[in-house]
């Protein structure tokens, strides 16, 4: 009896080792497919110089936009509404200055419950003499700096729209309050950024 109780057991665990394999098997391969989708979302690339989210953009910049069933799909003609705009990404070779620091992309946050957006920065492209406290720790930490703004509608070096710094990289985040060091270094990040003065 005691047996064929072990056999059993030994049964239903190997059954249910295989149903978790085959689940996370498929949701690997599935999440592999999505994420190597093309991203079908509406873009307008500036023919001119015009200003969106408080920001003059070059000539080449890719606006993209939040997809709906209205507005379509790849690149569009004309541009779309400015609250829509999820992403402004610099024509290649090109970047703009983000308090000081040469940026090539502007990111909205993908929370909708969050306000703000990431930017990164090409330090590759920031001259030895033009580096401040800010842009050092900027850079000490990684290329993407996540902020938190009161207006979702200004993107641009705005020290009075500016409420935090919520990121630099993975390794300085928020969400880890419990993090002394983290918050730290976000909050010496976040002094620095106010003292520009840009």
């Not at 991203?39 to 003059?56: A, E, G, M, R």
């Not at 000490?140 to 703004?149: A, E, F, M």
């Amino acid at each position: 009896m005691k047996t064929q109780n072990i056999i059993l057991i030994t049964a239903i665990i190997i059954i249910i080792a295989t149903i978790a394999f085959i689940y996370v098997y498929i949701t690997g391969l599935a999440s592999a497919w999505s994420l190597n989708q093309p991203n079908d979302s509406p873009y307008f690339i500036t023919k001119k110089p015009v200003t969106l989210k408080n920001i003059l953009l070059p000539v080449g910049t890719k606006i993209t936009y939040e997809k709906s069933c209205f507005s379509g799909k790849y690149e569009r003609k004309k541009m779309l509404n400015e609250k829509d705009i999820t992403e402004i990404s610099f024509k290649e070779g090109t970047s703009i200055d983000w308090g000081g620091v040469p940026i090539t992309s502007i990111v909205k946050f993908f929370n909708p419950k969050m306000k703000g957006f990431t930017v990164y920065a090409d330090f590759d492209r920031l001259n030895e003499n033009n580096k401040t406290p800010f842009s050092t720790l900027w850079q000490g930490c990684n290329s993407r700096l996540s902020i938190t703004v009161a207006n979702t509608n200004d993107w641009s070096f705005n020290k009075k729209n500016i409420l935090d710094v919520e990121s630099c990289g993975v390794s300085y985040q928020r969400y880890f309050k419990e993090d002394i060091e983290q918050q730290r270094y976000l909050d010496s990040l976040y002094d620095e950024l106010i003292k520009l003065k840009y």
